[in-house]
């Protein structure tokens, strides 16, 4: 069973920065493409980023793109998240998630087979 443990969540001011990171358990890490979701109160949850198994190829949504930077360091079993200039509506639970079919390009929930419990983000105007 792979478990994921998301932390680093918090609250902030707008205009504030957050580093998120998720650990991933078991040795195959290195072999799924790994990516960010969230999910705003009363709104489904939605993609913010991705990255392919070999961290040269992020891929973010245009709600992010230019302020969160994903990375990960496959030595450790985990990918991070790095969040600037933080807006109130990046608001919302923060989930990472593990895709072992590599998808990490298509920003799809249905490619995650394994997904942490989440890390809440608040951020104030």
């Known amino acids: 069973q792979v478990q994921l443990v998301e932390s680093g969540g918090g609250l902030v001011q707008a205009g504030g920065s957050l580093l998120l990171s998720c650990v991933t358990s078991g040795r195959a890490f290195k072999t799924y493409a790994m990516g960010w979701f969230r999910q705003a109160p009363g709104k489904e949850r939605e993609f913010a980023a991705a990255v392919s198994r070999d961290e040269l190829r992020p891929y973010y949504s245009d709600s992010v793109k230019g302020r969160f930077t994903i990375s990960r360091d496959n030595a450790k079993n985990t990918v991070y998240l790095q969040m600037n200039n933080l807006k109130p509506e990046d608001t919302g639970i923060y989930y990472c998630?593990?895709?072992?079919?590599?998808?990490?390009?298509?920003?799809?929930?249905?490619?995650?087979?394994?997904w942490g419990q989440g890390t809440q983000v608040t951020v104030t105007s």
């Open positions: 998630a593990a895709d072992p079919g590599g998808f990490w390009y298509r920003g799809r929930s249905s490619d995650y087979n394994y």
